[in-house]
């Protein structure tokens, strides 16, 4: 049963979400409470003194592409020569890998930026050809560490850094900031940290301590930018604004589908554009990717629901030829409609299985393949998101190794969905209700939308509504109230008159002047 809501209710739940309040940029640690930070920065410091030739090296997602572009960015503005490489994820894998080597070699410094963690045997390959190596980099650590010459990342046992789910471009943002103290010299920290609030909000870190006070300030940045790359975004949008929903629903799949289907440096070039003229032609390109990423992602999403076994408490499905760069988002699809964790894998050209996974609710993929790590060629990521490869003969034993340690961890289905923060009736959704919830945005990971539960509901009209007839556009009443609402892609058919329980958000509705409230429907149940 769901409680009835009243709003001092709901704002009693959602000021829980924030222990420590809300947080401002004057809240923000120090930089050298990272282990290796101060380490890092005096080699830095000393490689620009000497005229060292220094290469950074990121990752394709949008993490690594803004980590990249915050640290071209900065030497440009110190006016520093350096290379960058974004591994290309079809020719080379991920991150710092010995496919990378032969490319730097003459480097006297390499800099990993959102990578680097596991990257145990091409740290060896650095330091035999005299490579000093410093990797900045978020995600978990594996049983055995790289050795380098720093090594930047909040989640190892000896890092006093207060915060732990940070992403790899607010740590290249700390060490800036941490060079500039040691240069001794002035630039605007604010025109680095919109790139940062970007990946933020696509790396699904959780919107709450400095991650909110980061993305707010970010996203005020972004507002008042002048870099031809957010303007030509805003221009294409045809928006004034920029919001946090921009950034996750049309801004970071833009960036993220160059890495996707091509090469992410596409994504790069246009974060680094210096003019306007750039920024509009290289934006075209990242919207014929993106364009593209979604023809092939539905593809290949309706092909692998077709092989789910509805038995395992994973889905594991193994496609032939499948695009590499869309089998995490295909995976993400078929979690949410199976509502069970999901590993979707496509052979590769090295005669390997490689793909990637998605939680669903709370299990730890991580943990669960962790556990099966013996019969894996590599394999790295977190809680909600993993990579890895193996070979097909490991196949079956890597399945059933997974299905046990599932069972083992003992996780129990979530039959009740925990963005849920209670009942409310027609007659308490007002202003006064949007205007509690603007309090507390931006929502996402660890802030979700809350979202409410309407029963005994009227549907009044159902109208099929988009290009396709993809979505549907609802005219709800209960006890005499009347509310209009909006279900994304759905083929589901509703018969007026029916009563129905609903699930859904609310929003504010701008068009053509007028401002209404509006239901967005996450679930109907008849």
């Not at 000393?46 to 960015?73: C, F, H, P, Q, W």
């Not at 790069?268 to 934006?283: E, H, K, Q």
């Not at 209009?484 to 008159?497: A, L, S, Y």
Request: proline share 3%; net charge negative; aromatic share 8%.
């Amino acid at each position: 049963m769901v409680r009835p809501l009243t709003l001092t209710g709901l704002e009693t739940l959602l000021t829980m979400r924030f222990e420590e309040g809300f947080l401002s940029l004057r809240d923000l640690p120090k930089p050298s409470l990272f282990k290796d930070m101060d380490r890092a920065t005096e080699r830095i410091v000393d490689a620009i003194k000497n005229r060292e030739k220094i290469t950074i090296i990121g990752d394709y997602d949008v993490d690594g592409v803004t980590s990249t572009t915050l640290m071209k960015l900065f030497f440009d503005e110190i006016g520093y020569p350096i290379e960058w490489i974004i591994p290309n994820r079809f020719k080379d894998g991920y991150g710092l890998s010995a496919n990378i080597i032969p490319r730097i070699i003459g480097t006297d410094l390499a800099l990993t930026v959102d990578n680097g963690i596991s990257a145990v045997y091409a740290a060896q390959l650095c330091k035999e050809e005299g490579i000093d190596l410093i990797i900045t980099d978020h995600h978990l650590l594996a049983p055995e560490v790289p050795e380098a010459y720093a090594i930047i990342n909040q989640k190892q046992e000896t890092c006093t850094f207060p915060y732990k789910d940070v992403c790899g471009a607010q740590i290249a943002w700390y060490l800036i900031a941490s060079l500039k103290n040691a240069l001794e010299i002035k630039i605007d920290m604010m025109a680095y940290m919109e790139l940062v609030s970007i990946a933020i909000i696509a790396d699904m870190m959780p919107l709450q301590h400095i991650n909110r006070a980061m993305v707010l300030a970010g996203i005020k940045a972004l507002n008042q930018s002048k870099r031809p790359a957010i303007r030509a975004f805003l221009e294409h949008s045809q928006k004034e604004m920029i919001t946090s929903e921009d950034i996750g629903f049309f801004l970071a799949p833009l960036l993220n589908s160059a890495g996707r289907m091509e090469d992410a440096s596409f994504a790069v070039d246009f974060l680094t554009s210096t003019n306007i003229y750039d920024a509009r032609v290289r934006l075209e390109r990242l919207i014929e990717f993106n364009t593209l990423r979604k023809a092939t992602e539905h593809d290949i999403t309706q092909k692998a629901m077709t092989q789910v076994e509805q038995d395992d408490k994973v889905a594991i499905v193994v496609g032939e030829a499948w695009h590499e760069g869309v089998v995490g988002i295909v995976a993400a699809r078929v979690a949410r409609a199976c509502e069970k964790p999901c590993i979707i894998l496509t052979q590769s050209e090295e005669g390997l299985l490689k793909g990637s996974g998605r939680s669903f609710g709370e299990c730890d993929l991580f943990a669960i393949v962790d556990g099966a790590r013996m019969h894996l060629e590599k394999f790295g990521g977190h809680q909600a998101a993993i990579g890895l490869s193996l070979k097909e003969e490991s196949l079956e034993t890597f399945k059933m190794e997974v299905e046990r340690n599932f069972k083992e961890g003992a996780y129990v289905k979530e039959l009740f969905d925990p963005d849920i923060v209670g009942n409310l009736h027609f007659s308490a959704i007002s202003f006064e209700l949007t205007s509690l919830m603007k309090k507390y945005e931006p929502y996402g990971q660890g802030n979700a939308t809350p979202k409410f539960v309407s029963s005994n509901v009227e549907i009044l009209q159902a109208d099929t509504m988009g290009k396709e007839g993809e979505h549907i556009r609802f005219s709800f009443a209960q006890d005499g109230v009347v509310m209009q609402g909006v279900k994304f892609k759905t083929r589901e058919v509703f018969e007026t008159g029916t009563k129905v329980d609903i699930v859904y958000t609310v929003t504010e509705n701008h068009f053509r002047g007028r401002v209404t409230l509006q239901l967005m429907v996450d679930k109907i149940v008849t």
